[in-house]
């Protein structure tokens, strides 16, 4: 015969097990509210100022302040998304391969990578050697063939 104090110690600890799932699913619901809220900013800003679009063609000469915040915007959104689970490497390494057929991009991610991001993690690490990977991929393509494809495809800003 099963002792009623074990059984009712197996209900709390399955009731504590329950409400941190449901805790933890609240806490990436939110992350994810987050993340739509900064990728709807982002769109605003570009809408806005069209040279913090990495993406643009034919962008007028600007402040190359406000591309360098375009592009450091778009590789958080990113990173975030990754973190969250919410963007896999192919998606990554998509967004990537067309941030990087722009040489201006390919230029800043060389200056602040190393700076960019403090975090030790495995994922983190691996985000960031993916981002090198497509930047030195880009960097090895023929410009003129990148951005042909590019215009061809009517890319646009994705994630």
């Known amino acids: 015969m099963t002792d009623l104090p074990t059984v009712v110690s197996i209900a709390a600890l399955l009731a504590v097990v329950i409400a941190l799932a449901v805790?933890?699913?609240?806490?990436?619901?939110a992350q994810m509210v987050d993340v739509r809220e900064r990728h709807f900013e982002l769109i605003k800003l570009m809408l806005d100022h069209p040279e913090l679009d990495y993406n643009a063609t034919d962008r007028p000469p600007s402040d190359e302040r406000k591309t360098a915040i375009g592009m450091s915007l778009w590789m958080a959104h990113w990173n975030t998304l990754w973190h969250i689970g919410k963007l896999d490497e192919k998606a990554l390494r998509f967004n990537l391969e067309d941030l990087f057929a722009n040489p201006e991009a390919r230029s800043w991610w060389r200056r602040v990578s190393s700076a960019w991001s403090s975090k030790g993690t495995r994922k983190e690490r691996r985000f960031l050697t993916i981002v090198g990977e497509?930047?030195?991929t880009a960097a090895r393509a023929k410009?003129?063939?990148a951005r042909r494809e590019?215009?061809?495809s009517g890319s646009g800003v994705r994630d």
């Open 23 to 29: 805790q933890q699913q609240q806490a990436r619901t």
């Open 134 to 136: 497509e930047c030195e």
């Open 143 to 145: 410009p003129s063939v």
């Open 150 to 152: 590019k215009v061809n």
